[in-house]
């Protein structure tokens, strides 16, 4: 299973814009995504984390030190507190007016407009399945007619196992995380927690393990690229999508590959 794209202009390669488009925006916050959109992003990624009173927030580090005018971890502030944030100006002051987004705001603009990948944070997960982040995330996104436009991830395999558990046909992506890998190859992993995608670094992308998945017919994507020259060795190697912080760029590079 992988989500179904509103804008899928080039078969069957899927142009992800990382945490938006965020080599010019803040990234993780609405201005980030709408302009992932305008540059044709078909899908786009984002990390959440459940803030003090339990709502689904999009964020990437457990602490709000780095892309807020707030400290400390994020777990220990409610969603009114986080919201009152400046989210922007870390970027740039003019972009003081972005804020934490919800995970809900995010659904509402993408419902209809573009898929998303939902990476659940490590540091939001626990072994509480029915009062997890997983169960909270996967009601929302039914809740604005997404299912079949997401992918799920995580670093941490229990959520992965958990979204399977709660929705078996939910699409999934191991995000590769060598702690809990043991030395299996890609297919071996992909069937073993029975998921529907390959996520890793290009810095962790062994040539033995891209045969391995072209053998397998396992969709792949890699993260984080922002130069031309190995968006092109990596779509020529066969890969199913690229995270990139320039949708843009990685835009051009497909319509002339
Ligand atoms: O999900 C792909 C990529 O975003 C994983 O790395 O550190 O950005 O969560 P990170």
Redesign the pocket.
Known sequence: NLPTLYNDNDDDFIIIA?RGASAYYPENTMIAFKKAVEMEAEMI?L?VMMSKDGVPIVF?DAKLNRHTNGSSYIKLYSLKELKNLDAGSWFHPKFSDQTIPTLEEVLTFASGKVAL?I?IKTEAVSNDIENSIEQKALQLVKKYGMRNHVLF?SFDYRAVQHLKKLDPDIPVAL?YNRNQSRRLLPHQLVEQYNVDAF?CSYRQLKRKWMADLNKHKIPTFI??VDSKRRMQKLIAGGVTGI?TNKPDLLKSVVQNY
Do not use: R, V
Request: aromatic content about 16%; proline content about 0%; glycine content about 0%.
């Open positions: 990382h990624e990390d990437h990948n990476e991830s995000l996520n993260y984080t995270f």
